[in-house]
């Protein structure tokens, strides 16, 4: 397996002028479990500045930490194709610059950014808790050895168990989904609380460690006390699943109805104004466990779900009901050969969406190009071994893919983390991309411009 994934980078690397407008490559010493793109900060005329957050996993010796680097986003078709290529893996990018360090209490297994300020985090961790954090008034704090872990600026509580990955803002308000191991999706309002996170640091009641330095705090039980935080309860406790709940989602336009996914197999939907009970639930959506389920934000008919059978489904909602519990859906997505973690509809159109898995796949895919493989004659092409809907994989990577975002404020530009443990012997790699332009552009507009350059280019007509 170590030596096919090999051969796969070394090709993909050959082909990186080719296929990407735009590629930096960031060695990480320890695995990051999560990235997320924050504010854009600065636009240039060749690059644009924008806030990254990511997680450090450590061996537990060393602080665990939530990362909030600067980076440097180049914009379309101002990189060298010879430049893209030329990089260490081994080595960090010129591109990401470290720029605010928080001591994470425990690991951070997801991070996810509010709608409406994204300054504001949430992070999951290995214990019940959610922590909101004000990643631009938290202190800068040093990773040393035995550094007590900063202060969360909001702790919601209300789960019962450890609650890791399952996390969401509403789009619609500040509102905050999160689903564990008890089985159990929580909500709170975070609302109310806005203003006084959003206030500086040293107008906040707490107490500083002695030594600590600003904004690290007094904690019990070697760090891991959160009780001198401003802590708040959930406004909603719904049950309806019988395993982990490993993910959840808004509804892109409500703060009242959501969806949830669970190691039960089950797509649960749910709308807080109803009850605690769920309005629908789809009891086997796939055929093991579900990690993940994303709501498209252009049609909010269509969700995604990514599973541990290595598939991606595609469900349109209207077509689920009450009597029909199997809940078939629209399209099946086969382009995984492992666990698919991660899925995600891109920001700039409807009908493409990405998903990675553990096999270092990152997939690419357009639900509207299935069943539309035709020729130059307009009849079907012959049979192909790519994935129906497939239409760009990313292989950078050497290990799993756990964690990929798009950027908003660039649609086709997307982060990328894997966890390399198993492959080049400890940390991570992150990676920003961006795929050729001519891959997602309207045929017809590549076309022209293919004509408007034939001339300089020397290429025989069609």
């Not at 703060?255 to 309005?279: K, N």
Request: aromatic letters at 8%; hydrophobic letters at 35%; one cysteine or more.
């Amino acid at each position: 397996m170590k030596r096919a994934s090999e051969e796969r980078y070394t090709q993909w690397k050959s082909l990186v002028p080719a296929l990407y407008d735009w590629l930096t490559n960031h060695n990480l010493i320890w695995p990051s479990l999560s990235c997320r793109w924050g504010p854009q900060l600065k636009q240039g005329t060749y690059k644009n500045r924008q806030l990254l957050y990511l997680s450090e996993r450590t061996d537990g010796e060393f602080p665990n930490t939530l990362v909030v680097a600067q980076c440097e986003v180049l914009k379309p078709r101002t990189a060298a194709a010879e430049h893209i290529s030329q990089f260490n893996e081994e080595a960090k990018s010129p591109f990401v610059k470290k720029h605010k360090t928080i001591i994470h209490p425990g690991e951070v297994n997801r991070i996810r950014e509010l709608p409406q300020n994204s300054k504001i985090v949430a992070t999951h961790t290995d214990r019940p808790e959610v922590l909101i954090w004000n990643v631009e008034t938290q202190p800068n704090r040093s990773s040393t050895l035995g550094a007590v872990h900063s202060r969360p600026d909001l702790v919601l509580t209300g789960h019962t168990e450890n609650a890791e990955f399952a996390l969401n803002f509403s789009r619609a308000a500040p509102h905050v989904l999160s689903g564990g191991k008890d089985k159990l999706v929580l909500q709170w309002s975070i609302e109310d609380h806005i203003t006084g996170i959003q206030e500086p640091y040293p107008s906040r009641a707490g107490t500083p460690t002695a030594g600590g330095g600003r904004g690290s705090w007094t904690t019990g039980g070697g760090g891991s006390d959160l009780s001198d935080a401003s802590s708040i309860a959930p406004r909603g406790v719904f049950k309806g699943h019988s395993n982990t709940v490993e993910d959840v989602q808004f509804r892109p336009s409500s703060m009242q109805e959501f969806c949830s996914v669970g190691d039960d197999s089950c797509l649960v939907f749910w709308d807080a104004r109803s009850g605690h009970e769920p309005t629908l639930k789809v009891e086997k959506a796939h055929d093991a466990d579900l990690h993940c389920v994303d709501w498209n934000a252009h049609d909010e008919n269509l969700l995604l779900t990514g599973s541990a059978d290595a598939s991606v489904r595609l469900f349109d909602h209207r077509k689920l009901s009450a009597s029909n519990s199997q809940g078939t859906p629209i399209e099946q997505f086969e382009g995984h050969t492992a666990a698919v973690l991660c899925v995600q509809w891109c920001p700039d159109r409807a009908s493409v969406f990405g998903s990675c898995a553990e096999d270092g796949l990152l997939n690419v895919w357009d639900f509207e190009k299935v069943g539309k493989k035709l020729g130059e004659s307009g009849r079907p092409k012959k049979s192909s071994k790519v994935p129906a809907g497939l239409f760009f994989q990313h292989t950078g990577h050497r290990d799993k893919v756990v964690d990929f975002h798009w950027d908003a404020s660039d649609p086709w530009t997307v982060v990328s983390v894997s966890d390399d443990g198993e492959s080049t012997g400890g940390g991570g790699t992150l990676q920003i991309w961006r795929m050729i332009d001519f891959l997602y552009r309207p045929e017809e507009e590549v076309l022209a411009e293919l004509d408007s350059v034939r001339p300089q280019l020397l290429l025989p007509p069609q």
